[in-house]
């Protein structure tokens, strides 16, 4: 089985940082591109930023400038640095591992539980 286990979120003011790690376990293969998406109670689940096994990265419009995502491919882990926080960067942030467990299977998509991140004064 593959385990997908968020950390890092908090309580930070506005203008603060904060960094979220994300890291994949289990039985992997091949680790593909990983994901970090957001979601505030009642609202669509939303792409913050995507990273691929070489490092291309894609941002979602309202995080460009200010979060940066990266990966330790040695660690199954992806980071998402967070600067210059909002209020409105408010919501639980989901972290999505796309892989393949064997080198015969089709590469499925695996959701963490999340980790909230308010930013409040």
């Known amino acids: 089985q593959v385990q997908v286990v968020e950390s890092g979120g908090g309580l930070v003011q506005p203008g603060g940082s904060l960094r979220l790690s994300c890291a994949a376990s289990?039985?992997?293969?091949?680790?593909?591109?990983m994901a970090w998406y957001r979601q505030d109670p009642g609202k669509q689940r939303d792409l913050v930023a995507t990273?691929?096994?070489?490092?291309?990265?894609q941002y979602g419009d309202s995080v460009k400038g200010r979060f940066t995502v990266s990966r330790d491919n040695a660690k199954n882990t992806v980071y998402l640095q967070m600067n210059s926080l909002k209020p409105e960067d408010t919501a639980v942030y989901y972290c999505?591992?796309?892989?393949?467990?064997?080198?015969?299977?089709?590469?499925?998509?695996?959701w963490g539980r999340g980790t909230q991140v308010t930013v409040s004064s």
């Open positions: 289990g039985r992997i293969f091949r680790l593909n591109t």
């Open positions: 999505n591992a796309k892989l393949v467990q064997t080198p015969l299977s089709r590469e499925s998509g695996y």
């Open positions: 990273i691929t096994s070489s490092g291309n990265t």
